[in-house]
């Protein structure tokens, strides 16, 4: 599986921005896709993530309310909409996949597949 990420830019605190991940290749084995983030000196970590036929989906608590995945499986895309953006959002976003499902929390090692990062500045 292949994964294009695009969307990333600077925005400034409370504004919005809608990250784009596509799929090619063997989509199938694109179960679950998510989002994780990693800014400089921390840990990659889960932002959200969408199961199979977009009826299961799960979000880090800290973006809960304000971030929102969504699946396109007829164009094997997965979109995660960012509102109300902090200065602590800022990180490069990859996006991910995963042939199997998920429940519960997400980890980057539940992932095999990764797209390139894009990257999203919040200003203050």
């Known amino acids: 599986v292949q994964l294009q990420a695009s969307g990333g830019g600077l925005v400034r605190a409370g504004g919005s921005l809608r990250l784009s991940c596509a799929a090619s290749?063997?989509?199938?084995?694109?179960?679950?896709m998510g989002w994780f983030r990693q800014s400089p000196g921390k840990e990659r970590e889960f932002v959200a993530y969408?199961?199979?036929?977009?009826?299961?989906?799960n979000y880090h608590d800290s973006v809960k309310g304000r971030f929102a995945i969504s699946g396109d499986n007829a164009r094997n895309t997965v979109s995660l909409q960012m509102n109300s953006l902090k200065p602590e959002d800022t990180a490069v976003y990859y996006c991910?996949?995963?042939?199997?499902?998920?429940?519960?929390?997400?980890?980057?090692?539940?992932?095999?597949?990764w797209g390139q990062g894009t990257l999203v500045t919040v200003s203050s």
């Open positions: 969408i199961s199979g036929n977009s009826d299961n989906t």
């Open positions: 290749g063997r989509t199938d084995d694109a179960y679950t």
């Open positions: 991910a996949a995963s042939r199997w499902p998920i429940s519960g929390w997400a980890h980057a090692r539940d992932f095999l597949y």
